[in-house]
């Protein structure tokens, strides 16, 4: 068996609460420490964690090769400058910055550092098991996709002063949704070469409605509508893409309720006029965090890159892909 690497997570909420079970289940990590505000596990001698409140005691360890990054997104730049010089593997939440010029900085440091530094950035949707299946699905049928179409649905928990509502400290609906949407359809479907926002967007301001057209590769067009408000009803709670091909059309959709909820992939077929819905893909009924499953994956493929000493997608080049898509389509102007 492969020895395993020593880590440490830095953020109690989805770094302890997700992201440790997710580490936890790989068996190729052996979680050494965690820094975050809390005296919870100060001097826990039976869990053998080194917990820190000062999130540079953990980085500064020797013993630690390898490093999580769930705090708030405008501490992770700088948690990751310090990382590098210490010379730790980096494994970050989305977004890695909050500016597109830093990334390149941050990505220059790591190529000049003599030493290899693995570093993945947590893009998860596409380790989802309805994603690979229909991302094999494109490969074995040959699928030729003629337009694309996403509605994503949440409700908003979130308070109304929280760093998650707003674009300018990491979160609103750009990077914690948008992102992801961006990350999957070129990874599915092809480059993004052109973007036009459809809805007001400001950055100072919590944004309810998020709506912007893509052109791929090929003139593939592809809608994306989101909304996250704390008015949604049940029913309008959903993610979903609507797939137009050559040989029919697919549904991939998810209930956004709980953290339970799982995708389901569904063919569309016309039959006398009327449209039935026959389910390909629908993955068993959990009631464990989705989250868990996708990080895992994430967390293999970051294992295995620090023993091969090999970048693994998704990784800081991908995040500045984002960043720019991003950027576009806060400049791109209103229709």
């Known amino acids: 068996m492969k020895k395993r690497i020593p880590i440490a997570i830095i953020g109690k909420n989805f770094g302890y609460k997700v992201l440790a079970k997710s580490l936890n289940k790989t068996k190729r990590f052996d979680l050494k420490a965690l820094s975050f505000k809390s005296n919870k596990f100060k001097n826990n001698s039976i869990k053998n964690i ?5 999130w540079k005691d953990i980085i500064k360890d020797k013993e630690i090769k390898a490093v999580v990054i769930a705090s708030p997104p405008t501490m992770h730049e700088k948690i990751i400058n310090f990382a590098i010089k210490h010379k730790k593997h980096i494994f970050c939440e989305k977004p890695c910055s909050l500016n597109l010029k830093k990334i390149d900085k941050i990505i220059k440091k790591i190529k000049d550092k003599k030493c290899f530094i693995s570093h993945m950035v947590n893009y998860e949707m596409m380790e989802l098991k309805a994603f690979k299946y229909f991302s094999s699905l494109i490969r074995k049928k040959k699928l030729k996709i003629n337009s ?44 993004i070469n052109s973007i036009k926002r459809i809805t007001n967007f400001n950055l100072n301001k919590i944004n309810n409605t998020l709506e912007v057209m893509l052109k791929l590769k090929n003139d593939i067009f592809c809608s994306i509508k989101i909304s996250s408000t704390k008015l949604l009803k049940q029913n309008d709670l959903f993610h979903k893409l609507i797939i137009y091909t050559n ?20 063919k569309v077929i016309v039959s006398k006029n009327k449209f039935i819905k026959k389910k390909i893909f629908k993955e068993k009924k959990s009631s464990n965090d989705f989250r868990i499953l996708p990080s895992y994956f994430n967390f293999i493929k970051f294992a295995d890159s620090i023993e091969r000493k090999k970048i693994i997608t998704p990784n800081f080049l991908d995040a500045k892909n984002i960043h720019f898509l991003i950027k576009k389509t806060i400049q791109s102007k209103k229709k």
């Open 148 to 191: 694309i179409g996403v509605e994503w649905n949440v409700f908003n928990r979130t308070k109304v002063y929280s760093w998650k509502n707003y674009h300018k400290n990491g979160g609103g609906l750009m990077f914690n949704y948008y992102c992801h949407c961006l990350f999957y359809i070129e990874k599915l479907f092809g480059k």
């Open 247 to 266: 040989q029919g059309n697919y549904l991939i959709k998810c209930k956004t309720l709980n953290i339970s909820d799982q995708f389901v992939i569904e």
């Open 50 to 54: 080194f917990f820190s409140s000062n």
